[in-house]
């Protein structure tokens, strides 16, 4: 029995399931195998890890396997952990009871999503930027419209990410074969084109110094960093992808986190319809990270080279390799959109940003330099000169505190950690004290 | 904390939205007649219709992106928005007919109670603190692994994590095509479920179509007619990577027997490929045919196989459908293909929706599999209504029997034309076979979900049009 202070009330499937222990799986070469004849897909070759939030689920398991005892806190996986509104989840158990009815039963739904879903979405987040309703296309969460996105784009186009960045754009690009061969020293791929984001550079790229690529993945507030781009950034970035002819995926999933006057969206930037599409999520904003649910905005003014809308090819891909969002969850993301569950999942919001306060506060206390956390629940602290892993075990270990390194998110993230708030507000100040004390 | 630029929309709520529509009470599927008069379904959901495929008027500015050549091989839309358009287009211009929809395999019967209130429940789980869950294993719940494969794959060797839960099979297929990769050759049934020859094209697996046989070059079109028993001629199959097989066959309604299905595991291994097989259908069956691949020894080396919840629980529109990638499955490299699975269902995926799973596990409680079988019957029903229609107005009639598909002969006629007659003459939307492939001219497909009502109502029709 595990005795645990982790910050899901129940156990995640993710830390015991056995398909996320590669280990378990051997090569047997007995000699009865019976090997067909198709070839390995080389760019899976490519990957030489698991992706990264399951290798840390890994760890999480391992280490509570070696100290059953352990009370672990986990800050790793950004994964919400509080409840989500009366007002949202009765309207989706409403609308679950409702398919017994004849009244309320529903079929397939549009691949695009719920029409009413898709213009609330349209005028919550985008009233002021002119995007409309037939533009917003509701997923079943960002990662999965990343995919999308990657099926669209296909294999010969080029690609740059941040450095660090969510690793689902660089582990996506590899498995369509955008990406090269990795260069196991540099930890790079060789066809990827890494723009560095630091304090050094506060946390925005220098353009003068990136080559253009076809499509520029870029997100604000960052996801790991916490930096929120501000609006003359952003207006750099529409820019340069307006002189390169590239397009940015702009991933907004943490907007709402958003404190001071950064731009939510892209789409606030003057002519940034004609270079970019824009994902986000109710995941971190509703709680939604099990409900599963997301958009994507393809704005009609988007081409080609050849002049085709990108959006014909978008709902393209929706229409044969999706088959929609589930409909349950598509009533709660309505409901979430409604003046009473929008104040509600606000507040979630804020509660998990004043644990991100509470973690600043902590670290700045022992100055250790921390970065975001003000604009995003994650907070990024740099340890000078020593190697994320160790530090993560080193945490670990002495603080049972589970983090994420720093270079899970790509070469740039070596000595850095981010550690996220999310979590019951005992565990974050447990956390807090723990790392006081192993730190002062 | 203040708000920034987030505007509510205040008259989004239960009351006035028809999407969040109150429930009145319960009715369930009996056979009382329906009216068939009842307003349309699409309560402010609308299935896709497709969009025009020719570039708009060239704005100021492109790009330097080039366009993904392997979406330029698509011909057209994918098949059942354009049928969706069509059957809207058809609304606009008879504003007053009472059209019956038996083209897309779109359920209609409400879901057993029993299903729903777990799904309830889950939803309400998640306003407290003990019920709250976040992310899910992206394989899927435990509990519903173990469930699937206690009721599916009992004694045929596959564990519970050779199953991987999903939001469907659709999507499903696209994942084992990214998995595969551009470089694999791939077979397909000829007619097929369009899902297969889609994603091979946007996956860059084919080469151009070639409209004077109006197929895609690099993929193999096994021909599955009445003449050949809607089973393919094995001994003139080329090999490929990839064969794609759907038992019971969407849009033929065949079932594979236990002896063409020995053969075609046969056929797999001595060519070193690998079946991706459909059994979405499985619960239709009436005949003694196998349900699973796996029930054929040796098809665990050879076989990936992919169902879903959509046909069985009415969960069209919740999402929930799951595949086997047994670990004896390998590359030629002797990697096993689960590996690369899993690794696509963590990086391209993040899990089926937790409530769409209790859904899924509450299906596969005893009570559950009893009324998702009672369910069945009852469109399994309208497929016999609909096959003694066509046979006693002397069409050549195919399927029904272990599939809610009927396929109805049309001998020298364009399917495209049939439909369009169809639904001129009698408002009833079908699905034109050539949408199949080009092993589907000739035919039409008749789907049998529906309301008895509008099932009787365009058997009535259909009397009237060809007698």
Known sequence: ?440 | MPLHQFHFNASISSSSSPFLAPPSAFNSFSSRHQNFSLPPRDLGICRCVATPQEAKTPTAYKTNVSRNANMGKLQAGYLFPEVARRRNAHKEKYPDAQVISLGIGDTTEPIPDVITSSMSKKCQALSTLEGYSGYGAEQGEKSLRAAIRSTFYADLGIDDDDIFVSDGAKCDISRLQVVFGSNVTMAVQDPSYPAYVDSSVIMGQTGQFQTDVEKYANIEYMNCTPENGFFPDLSKSPRTDIIFFCSPNNPTGAAATREQLTRLVQFAKDNGSIIVYDSAYALYMSDDNPRSIFEIPGAREVAIETSSFSKYAGFTGVRLGWTVVPKELLFSDGFPVARDFNRVVCTCFNGASTVAQAGGLACLSPEGLKAMHEVIGFYKGNTEIIMDTFNSLGFKVYGGRNAPYVWVHFPGRSSWDVFAEILEKTHVVTTPGSGFGPGGEGFVRVSAFGHRGNVLEACKRFRQLYK
């Open chain 1, 1 to 440: 029995m595990y005795k645990l202070l982790i910050c899901n009330s129940t156990l995640s499937d993710k830390l015991f399931d056995p398909g996320c222990l590669h280990t378990s799986f051997g090569i047997r070469k007995e000699k009865k195998d019976h090997y067909t004849n198709v070839p390995r897909n080389a760019n899976l070759e490519k990957l030489p890890k698991g992706y990264l939030f399951p290798e840390i689920s890994l760890r999480q398991h391992q280490h509570l396997e070696q100290h059953p005892d352990a009370s672990l806190i986990s800050l790793g996986i950004g994964d919400t952990t509080e409840p989500v509104p009366d007002i949202v989840t009765s309207r989706m158990a409403d609308f679950a009871s409702g398919l017994s009815t004849l009244e309320g039963y529903r079929g397939y739904g549009a691949e695009q999503g719920n029409k009413e879903l898709r213009k609330a979405i349209a005028e919550t987040f985008y009233k002021d930027v002119n995007v409309k309703d037939s533009e917003v296309f509701v997923s079943d969460g960002a990662q999965c419209d990343i995919a999308r996105l990657q099926l669209l784009l296909g294999s010969r186009v080029t690609a740059s990410v941040q450095d660090p960045s969510f690793p689902g754009y660089i582990d996506t690009s590899v498995i369509i074969g955008q990406a090269g061969d990795l260069d196991h020293e540099t930890g790079r791929y060789h066809r990827l084109e890494y723009m560095k984001c630091g304090p050094e550079n506060k946390f925005f790229p220098d353009l003068r110094r990136t080559s253009s690529t076809d499509v520029i993945f870029f997100c604000s507030p960052n996801n790991p960093t916490g930096h929120a781009a501000t609006r003359q950034q952003l207006e750099q970035l529409v820019k340069f992808a307006k002189d390169n002819g590239s397009i940015i995926v702009f991933d907004s999933a943490y907007a709402t986190y958003i404190s001071d006057d950064s731009p939510r969206s892209i789409f606030e930037i003057p002519g940034a319809k004609e270079v970019a599409v824009e994902i986000s999520s109710f995941s971190k904003f509703a709680g939604f990270t099990g409900v599963r649910l997301g958009w994507t905005v393809v704005p009609s003014e988007l081409c080609f080279s050849n002049g085709f809308p990108v959006i014909h090819d978008f709902n393209r891909v929706v229409c044969t390799c999706f088959n929609g969002a589930s409909n349950i969850a598509q009533a709660g993301g309505l409901a979430c959109l409604s003046s009473e569950g929008f104040e509600g999942v606000r507040t979630r919001v804020n509660y998990y940003k004043e644990n991100a306060e509470i973690l600043l506060d902590a670290l700045a206390s022992l100055n250790i330099k921390a970065y975001g956390g003000q604009n995003a629940p994650y907070v990024w602290v740099h340890f000078p000169g020593m190697n994320s892993w160790e530090v993560f075990d080193m945490i670990l270990e002495k603080a049972n505190i589970i983090t994420v390194p720093g270079c899970g998110f790509g070469p740039g993230g070596e000595e850095f950690l981010r550690i996220s708030a999310f979590g019951h507000r005992e565990s974050i100040l447990e956390a807090a004290r723990r790392l006081k004390a192993l730190f002062s």
